[in-house]
């Protein structure tokens, strides 16, 4: 059973949501403050954490900043509405989605299913679990990343746009594109998610050694991964 940590001080809407969530088969924690919630991921391992952004003692950016250090389990921000600037910093400091309230619960479930997917190992045994170009590698199995010999610190998201990149070299893939292939949504007005998740990815990337770029961002059109 998929184990989900939620982190929300609002305790009734919590409840509400650990059950609805449970009725879908996951099995759900709950804690109602960031020390809390901190010690939890610390203690236990969880799937993916649902984490709220305005709590006491620690908020959700505070949360994040210090799981990031060395942990990648993925995570879904839950996020003010109208409120974009926690939107884009939380996307910066390597959340994997965010989720402006109030929401449903469908579509919060429609966002879970969609971040632990992109954490699932292939089903079939006919797909090729390793995939390289150039000096990078990626093992879909145990969704690891290599560069130059070096094990890249990936979140989920980032794991899986880069895969998604280069499996398309030399090809324009638009936002759109990505964010339903990566992202599984459809893309929606004045959305960064992708921008921010690709500016992450840039960051980890080491230099190609004959300083070539790896991605070309085509204004207006999208972005390409470069197949020399």
Request: charged fraction near 30%.
């Amino acid at each position: 059973m998929t184990k989900l940590l939620l982190i929300d001080d609002d305790k009734e809407l919590a409840e509400l949501l650990a059950e609805f969530l449970s009725l879908e088969d996951f099995d759900v924690d709950m804690v109602h403050d960031g020390e809390a919630g901190l010690a939890a991921i610390r203690s236990s391992q969880y799937d993916m954490v649902l984490l709220d952004v305005m709590m006491p003692k620690l908020n959700g950016f505070e949360v994040l900043k210090k799981l990031r250090v060395d942990n990648s389990t993925p995570v879904l921000m839950l996020t003010a509405k109208g409120d974009e600037i926690d939107r884009v910093l939380g996307l910066e400091m390597g959340a994997d989605d965010y989720l402006p309230k109030p929401f449903s619960e469908r579509e919060l479930l429609a966002r879970i299913r969609a971040v632990l997917r992109r954490i699932e190992p292939p089903t079939s045994t006919k797909k090729t679990e390793l995939l390289t170009h150039l000096d990078i590698e990626i093992n879909s199995r145990t969704q690891e990343a290599w560069c130059q010999s070096i094990l890249l610190d990936l979140t989920s998201t980032e794991l899986m746009l880069l895969e998604t990149l280069i499996s398309s070299p030399g090809t324009i893939l638009t936002k759109a594109d990505l964010s339903e292939q990566v992202l599984g949504k459809k893309l929606t007005p004045f959305d960064r998610s992708i921008d921010m998740h690709l500016s992450n990815l840039r960051k980890k990337l080491p230099e190609r050694k004959d300083e070539k770029m790896r991605i070309r961002t085509l204004r207006g059109r999208g972005y390409m991964w470069l197949d020399t």
